[in-house]
């Protein structure tokens, strides 16, 4: 396992931070819960990372068993043109998405933590489908042939990384009580205007790493 993939897969991971949905709904907990706010909040971020967790696993064993279902001289080529083609779409995209896009954020239907989990589910669901960097961090892990033991323990710390700010939003409301709360509200209404910008960002960093790291091996 090379410095640079651990370096390259970390960056993607601090990338993803940039993701608004678990945020956002972490930041809506905060201003409109009060009861059981510690434990609900906990569930709902595990659940989250758990799916992520899981998908990402599945996606690792997958592309194991796509690739050596090809012959080791064609294998790399054939990995590295598809991560071109996917980082140019992305790339370009990137300059097409609405960057003033303005969507909602998923919110809890009750108070349960059985809530908690669904609300888990349905912002994995909106995340999982433009999770650019996880995927390319997929991509590299998979083409650099890593074992079980090696991979299992990155994708566990990107998914840590990546619900870090959920975590220290939360350990700051827990610290500084209502001082946090105008910056809460401040920070929910730029998480909904800008949530577009943020994603247009991710597609053109993301394909620009993966278009990058293809061209060693065409």
């Not at 899981?54 to 064993?61: E, S, T």
């Amino acid at each position: 396992m090379s410095t640079e993939l651990l370096l390259m897969v970390g960056g993607l991971a601090l990338l993803d931070m940039l993701s608004p949905t678990a945020l956002g709904v972490t930041v809506y907990l905060l201003l409109t819960e009060k009861e059981r706010l510690s434990s609900r909040l906990m569930i709902y971020l595990l659940t989250v990372a758990g799916l992520y967790f899981l998908v990402g696993v599945l996606f690792m064993l997958g592309l194991d068993a796509m690739m050596a279902a090809f012959s080791s001289i064609f294998q790399n080529r054939i990995v590295s043109w598809i991560m071109l083609i996917i980082g140019g779409i992305l790339f370009i995209g990137s300059f097409y998405y609405p960057t003033n896009k303005k969507s909602d954020l998923p919110r809890p239907k009750s108070k349960s933590k059985a809530s908690m989990v669904t609300l888990g589910f349905t912002t994995t669901l909106i995340e999982v489908g433009a999770a650019f960097p996880y995927f390319a961090a997929i991509g590299l892990m998979t083409t650099s042939n890593l074992a079980a033991f090696q991979w299992l323990p990155i994708l566990a710390g990107y998914n840590f990384i990546m619900v870090l700010p959920p975590l220290i939003v939360f350990i700051l409301h827990l610290l500084l009580g209502r001082v946090m709360q105008r910056p809460l509200e401040r920070l929910r209404i730029k998480l909904l205007k800008h949530s577009g910008s943020a994603i247009s960002w991710i597609m053109c960093i993301v394909g620009a790493i993966l278009i990058i790291n293809s061209l060693d091996y065409l």
